[in-house]
Structures are given as structure tokens and as C-alpha cells.
């Protein structure tokens, strides 16, 4: 039935910001364009919203991530970033060096919840972290490289 992922959807407040976040994380865009409120009524549902929107890909992914700034914004939910929270909660990515990344990413000011930690279960190094508009992040590093 489903061949593939295909994307990741993230909506966000300011499409400039969030575009150099995920350029950090080594994202880079492959396609843009403005979304008139006409198509997005039709795919959406909401009258009158426009939009900008970023497609970007990693090299070690197949699934793009899309980020879409709706004009005119949402106000953001104050617990969006609380892992109890239903719904979609975090993205993760797995990174080779989990102490070299989390410093490169504290040097763009990057708020971390916690220090790195230890999974006892498989030894798997995680460490959540939150991006544009209080998104809850992970970066996760395996024993042996692999999941």
C-alpha cells in the first residue's frame, strides 16, 4: 500500500529563521515557492491563509522535511514542546558524534533540555533539544553506528 516516507511537514512562524536552523543540521532547500490562499483553501480546508514553503533535504535521508509559513501565523500553543503532548512529538536525527554535535549546535545558541544520556537498554546516546517555534528535537547516536 505505502511505498515510501515521503516528507515531514513542519508549519512555523518565521520561514527565514527556521530555514538557517535546519541549514545548520545540514539541510539544504530544493525547492520553493508561495502557496496562494486559493490551493491552500482546496488542500486545507482554511479560507483566506496564503503561504511560503521550503522544501530541504539531507543527504543521509530520502525524506524531505517541508517547512511552511502561513501568512497570516498561528499563534504557537504554550506546551507544544512538552513530550507528553499527542500528536506528532519529535524529530530525531542520528549523528556519528553526539558530543561534537551538540557543541556545534550550543554555539547557535541551541537550548538543550538535558545533558546528553545513555539508553541502558541498547546504549544508545540521546539528547532532546528544541528548534524553531519550541520544536521538540533529538539527536540520537547508536553503539555500532546503526539503529
Given at each position: 500500500?505505502?511505498?515510501?516516507?515521503?516528507?515531514?511537514?513542519?508549519?512555523?512562524?518565521?520561514l527565514e529563521?527556521?530555514?538557517?536552523?535546519?541549514e545548520?543540521l545540514g539541510?539544504?532547500?530544493?525547492?520553493?515557492?508561495?502557496?496562494?490562499?486559493?490551493?491552500?483553501?482546496k488542500v486545507?480546508?482554511?479560507?483566506g491563509?496564503k503561504?511560503?514553503?521550503?522544501?530541504?533535504?539531507?543527504?543521509?535521508?530520502?525524506?524531505r522535511?517541508?517547512?511552511?509559513?502561513?501568512?497570516?501565523?498561528?499563534e504557537?500553543?504554550?506546551?507544544?514542546?512538552l513530550?507528553?503532548?499527542?500528536?506528532?512529538?519529535?524529530l530525531?536525527?542520528?549523528?556519528?558524534?553526539?558530543?561534537?554535535c551538540?557543541?556545534?549546535?550550543k554555539?547557535?545558541h541551541?537550548?538543550?533540555?538535558?545533558p546528553?544520556?545513555t539508553?541502558?537498554?541498547?546504549?544508545?546516546k540521546?539528547?532532546?533539544?528544541?528548534?524553531?517555534?519550541?520544536?521538540?528535537?533529538?539527536?540520537?547516536?547508536?553503539p555500532?553506528?546503526?539503529?
Open positions: 500500500m505505502i511505498s515510501c516516507m515521503d516528507h515531514l511537514n513542519i508549519v512555523v512562524t518565521d529563521r527556521s530555514l538557517t536552523f535546519f545548520i539541510f539544504r532547500s530544493v525547492m520553493t515557492s508561495d502557496l496562494d490562499a486559493t490551493f491552500l483553501e486545507t480546508g482554511l479560507a491563509r503561504g511560503r514553503f521550503v522544501a530541504m533535504e539531507h543527504e543521509g535521508s530520502a525524506m522535511l517541508e517547512l511552511l509559513q502561513y501568512t497570516p501565523p498561528e504557537i500553543p504554550r506546551n507544544i514542546s513530550a507528553t503532548q499527542p500528536g506528532f512529538r519529535h530525531a536525527f542520528q549523528v556519528e558524534d553526539m558530543e561534537g551538540v557543541k556545534a549546535l554555539a547557535h541551541v537550548s538543550f533540555l538535558s546528553v544520556q539508553w541502558e537498554k541498547t546504549g544508545k540521546l539528547v532532546y533539544f528544541l528548534g524553531p517555534d519550541g520544536i521538540l528535537m533529538e539527536l540520537c547516536q547508536y555500532d553506528g546503526k539503529r
